[in-house]
């Protein structure tokens, strides 16, 4: 388990939290390469099911990075993706994979050092959880060569 | 529209227990509109549902199909080329068509993945409320356009009761009194002389009371 890295995908807003991992970049802050980013145009855009699937394929967390509150650049789409990922939470709890595994984090643009700092805290959070329970039947069948 | 809400996953995956390869079928009419069982909540349940059985060890084949409408026969008969592969059927439609794909498929177990609520209509994005029983003989013209069988917790025909508090129902703040709103309703029209006829007894034949309900029109039989 010490060597356990999580796979952890990060649907990042093109406004602000992917602006931010730019300027985390340019600023030379490191932050865990297992975050694997996915640029949407806007939190509101990443619907419950794109979440789920991330799980499906043995994801160990994921986080939706969007705007301040107040901040959307169009006007809500930052509630809508908390509210969805509320959703998912209970959903992920009620068949035992643990609604903790997803959360909603928000930045600015030039927020590139909570960028970071978030990609590690989250990633320790993670670790702590240990790995996706999925992954075990992922990883079989895998070996099966499917 | 019928609406319905998804049951517990944890009762679902009750029901499937023996089965490792199903069909979840959704449908495209009511419980598409009140996000129950169209094809948006039909891929999410497959992804809970897989990955509650990866938890435990097991796979869950899911093929996802949404059926344009599943109380309709002609529509159930899209799934006869799957069926068979399928050890069970899982349904995302309201009770009707639950009861359709059963009735197709005589072989085929058939269970049910919404608790199939009411006719209502949405109040607002995310919100819906019940507004019609279905009687069987609607008193709405008498009444303002609000059904006091529906919307009335004692299906009052003369109200209100004494328990009607500031346009609330006795039985909760959050409630409407349903004869509060069929009389300003009533006054808002200039009708309110109408509030003075009494309403007679119900003849509940038409309704449930009368047993199971069908309609045959003639015209369109074959
Ligand atoms: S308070 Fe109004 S809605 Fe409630 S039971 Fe009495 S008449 Fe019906």
Known sequence: MDHFSPVIVAFCCHYCAYTAADMAGSMRLSYPSNVKIIRVPCSGKVSALHIMRAFQKGADGVYVAGCLEGDCHFKDGNIKAAKRVAYVKKMLDEIGIGGERVEVIRMSAGMGERFAQSAKDFTERIRKLGPNPVRAVLNQRESAGA | ?222
């Open chain 2, 1 to 222: 529209m019928i609406t319905a809400e998804r049951k517990p996953i944890e009762e679902i995956l009750e029901y499937l227990e023996p089965y490792d390869r199903i069909l979840l079928v959704g449908c495209n009419e009511c419980v598409t509109v009140c996000a129950a069982g169209g094809r948006k909540e039909v891929a999410l349940l497959s992804s809970a549902l897989q990955m509650a059985r990866m938890k435990s060890g097991r796979t869950l084949e899911v093929r996802e199909m949404t059926l344009e409408r599943q109380c309709d026969p002609e529509y159930v008969e899209e799934l006869v080329n799957f069926i068979d592969q399928a050890g069970a059927v899982l349904s995302m439609a309201c009770g009707c068509g639950v009861q359709e794909v059963a009735r197709r498929f005589k072989d085929k177990p058939v269970f049910p993945a919404v608790n199939t609520k009411f006719m209502g209509a949405s109040e607002r994005q995310g919100v819906w409320a019940e507004r019609c029983q279905g009687c069987g003989d609607c008193l709405l013209g008498l009444t303002g356009g609000i059904c006091p069988i529906a919307r009335c917790s004692k299906r009052l025909l003369n109200g209100p009761c004494g328990g009607s508090t500031d346009g609330k129902c006795e039985i909760s703040p959050e409630v409407d009194c349903a004869w509060q709103l069929i009389w300003e309703r009533l006054k808002a029209l200039g009708l309110e002389k109408r509030y003075e006829d009494i309403i007679s007894a119900k003849d509940w034949r038409t309704s449930r009371d009368g047993g199971p309900r069908k309609i045959v029109r003639e015209d369109l039989a074959s």
